[in-house]
């Protein structure tokens, strides 16, 4: 077991992530590139749902916010994607501390009420401010980031673009993710804990409660606008379905999935989702009814999620060999 | 240290806490006690900024803290634990002595430091002292109530408060987790010559280590002074001692 410990797993998912493009099926590439970017939107969502206790019903709304963002800068303006890229988490902070300094000031479900609203307001925003945004048909060919450079590296050098947007993809994702566990293993993130576990209690050991909060909901926000910045980039346009509450809701399940007393829990349910979805609606058209046996059974059998469940047999199977 | 005058609040039309005036001086030991109903836990919370009075000011350390959020009320110097337990309970005891540490310290800021080994050596001077080291890697919950008791104190006096305002710290234990508390408690207060006051039930353990005595009934101040002087006040003896025997 031990050795199993010390190997560092994070940097081994990213180096076999890296290698998915040399399967040379362009299917692969495109799944595993969807699945880096809603990886890191749940993980971004779980600092809120899983470190500081908060229900959001409206993450979609900073997705959208930063696909948005990169997509019209980039279509639009003809901006580079190095700058396009980071304004994505820039505009999606700055809407998460406007939204999020009302959206504090309330608990629990009038909380996540709240959240939900704010986010109605970006899609309607999306949807019908037309001279900007595209209206209801989004704004399609949004172009990719210029990796030629990619193509004078070896291996990568014989690659597709969508490949190269990939790998490009799987560095930054590792790089929020690598943020984000440093951000949860802070002692700010432990401050977050503690509003989790006893929002009084944290109050009386000094914590401006409501100030944590916003911070968290600010970073959490600023995350999934880096992750929609990339995702309008993928889907080669922006749409104002990317803020409706259908794609808060989706994250919100990955996030459970997986588990959200898990760092890494949301990522793997987000993959997981996201590949079962492939597989069933390949052969059925009862994807909804599947996801809700699913969840159904999760939600009772397995609360802690995937990890979770993985987490209690491992160490089943090592009580018992001790 | 602590003054408090005319303090008010009303719940409908219910006056919980009717123009309470108080007031204990640096170091000393004092006791709130009264039945059921008498005003205590409303008012505490008026001290310490969970609810707003509806008139009156409260002092601490000559400086005007009335209306301040309990934060604030906490950052000036006032430690606290509540009637019901109130501890973190999914993280561990070194975690939720740790996170008071870092409120405290004003590291709560601090996005990038490993928060593993922070202060590691003062949270544990800190739970040696309240003799709950040999449990600081155990998640919090699973400790007896008596132990999160300890523990709570602990989160308290990790703010390093010169006041620090105890709940009826003994409620719902056993005989003997009562007096292992109470022994705790008057050994802290003594060494951190802190200014303690608390309510409680148990009549023994308030004329065991109180230097000064209040007595609420029906939110208002009907005896005040020594053990001595409210053991024999004849108030007292009618609606609260009286009562009880």
């Known amino acids: 077991m031990s050795v199993l410990r010390r190997i560092p797993w994070a940097l081994v998912v990213v180096a076999a992530a890296l290698l998915v493009p040399l399967a040379g099926s362009r299917f ?9 970017i809603l990886a890191l939107f749940a993980v971004s969502l779980n600092l ?38 980071p304004a994505a988490g820039v505009l999606a902070a700055v809407g998460a501390l406007v939204f999020g300094f009302f959206c504090v000031r309330l608990t629990t479900i009038y909380f996540a009420m709240l959240t939900l609203a704010f986010a109605q307001i970006v899609w309607a925003i999306c949807f019908k401010w037309n001279a900007v945004t595209g209206g209801e048909q989004g704004t399609p060919d949004i172009p990719y980031p210029d990796l030629g450079w990619m193509a004078r590296l070896p291996i990568a050098g014989d690659l597709g673009t969508s490949d190269h947007f990939y790998l490009l993809t799987v560095v930054l994702v590792a790089g929020c993710l690598w943020v984000l566990r440093r951000i949860v293993g802070s002692p700010f993130g432990r401050i977050l804990t503690t509003i989790r576990e006893n929002p009084e209690r944290a109050e009386f050991i000094g914590v401006n409660v409501r100030r944590w909060q916003l911070l968290a909901f600010v970073i959490a926000g600023a995350f999934a606008g880096l992750a929609g910045g990339l995702f309008g980039i993928f889907s080669s346009g922006v749409f104002p379905d990317f803020a409706y509450w259908p794609k808060s809701s989706e994250v919100l399940i990955m996030t459970i999935l997986g588990g959200i007393g898990y760092f890494y829990g949301p990522a793997v349910g987000a993959v997981v989702l996201l590949v079962l979805n492939q597989q069933v609606t390949s052969h059925t058209e009862y994807w909804p009814l599947i996801l809700g046996t699913i969840l159904i059974v999760l939600l009772f059998a397995f609360p802690g999620g995937i990890v979770g469940a993985l987490d209690a047999a491992v160490r089943r199977a090592r009580f018992r060999r001790a | 240290m602590l003054e408090v005058r005319e303090l008010r609040r009303a719940f409908g039309g219910f006056q919980a806490v009717a ?20 005003g205590k836990t409303t008012f505490f919370n008026l001290i310490t900024g969970h609810l707003r009075p509806d008139a009156g000011v409260v002092f601490l350390d000559g400086r005007d803290i009335t209306g301040l959020p309990p934060h604030e009320v906490c950052r000036r110097g006032m430690g606290r634990s509540f009637q019901r337990t109130n501890i973190f309970p999914n993280l561990t005891v070194f975690q939720n002595v740790q996170a008071a540490l870092i409120s405290h310290r004003r590291r709560g800021l601090d996005l990038f430091s490993r928060v593993d080994g922070l202060y590691r050596d003062e949270t544990e001077a800190l739970l040696v002292s309240l003799g709950l080291v040999d449990r600081a890697g155990e998640t919090s919950r699973f400790l007896s109530h008596g132990a999160q008791k300890q523990l709570e104190l602990g989160i308290a006096l990790a703010s390093q408060p010169r006041l620090l305002l105890l709940d009826e710290p003994t409620a719902g234990m056993s005989a003997s987790e009562t007096r292992e508390t109470i022994m705790l408690i008057s050994r802290i207060a003594r060494d951190r010559a802190l200014t303690l006051l608390f309510t409680e039930h148990d009549m023994e353990v308030v004329f065991s280590i109180a230097e000064k005595i209040t007595v609420l009934h029906q939110g208002r101040v009907i005896a005040d002074g020594t053990p001595h002087e409210v053991r024999n006040d004849a108030d007292v003896r009618r609606v609260y001692l009286g009562e009880r025997r």
């Open chain 1, 28 to 36: 692969y590439t495109f799944v595993a590139t969807e699945g880096a």
């Open chain 2, 19 to 38: 123009g309470v005036t108080l007031r204990v001086s640096r170091g000393q030991v004092a006791a709130i006690i009264g039945p059921n109903g008498a």
């Open chain 1, 48 to 85: 809120l749902l899983g470190y500081t206790g908060l229900v959001s019903f409206g993450h979609a709304a900073y997705f959208g916010i930063g696909a948005y963002t990169t997509g019209l800068l980039m279509k639009q303006a003809g901006v580079p994607f190095v700058l396009a890229f």
